[in-house]
């Protein structure tokens, strides 16, 4: 079982950053596929951002592609997501989830574990 709690959400002008921290319990950490997904205002929720679990193979969403990066340090089971260059359009309850398999996924079905989120508000 492992429990998940993000931090570092916030307000932040467009152009600015932001390092969202998800913090993980439990002794498996290193087993889990780790990825970021957001919810915006009355919109679905979205993939942004997975990982595997040695942390060797990272993919994110197009959207967020040159401007986001995720990583994740096993031996502080913790995993980042550094946002760059932030605009308005990301401005969204951001969460992290567990995947109990061991590759990046982008399908939210796949995880079993998720945060409470944190809220990301970016202002123009």
């Known amino acids: 079982q492992v429990q998940l709690v993000e931090s570092g959400g916030g307000l932040v002008q467009a152009g600015g950053s932001l390092r969202l921290t998800c913090a993980a319990t439990g002794r498996t950490f290193s087993s889990y596929a780790m990825g970021w997904f957001r919810q915006a205002p009355g919109k679905d929720r979205e993939f942004v951002a997975a990982m595997d679990r040695a942390g060797g193979t990272t993919y994110h969403a197009p959207s967020v592609k040159g401007r986001f990066t995720m990583s994740r340090d096993n031996a502080k089971n913790t995993v980042y997501l550094q946002m760059n260059s932030l605009k308005p359009e990301d401005t969204a309850v951001y969460y992290c989830?567990?995947?109990?398999?061991?590759?990046?996924?982008?399908?939210?079905?796949?995880?079993?574990?998720w945060g409470q989120g944190t809220q990301v508000t970016v202002s123009s």
């Open positions: 989830a567990g995947n109990r398999g061991a590759f990046v996924s982008t399908i939210q079905d796949t995880y079993n574990y």
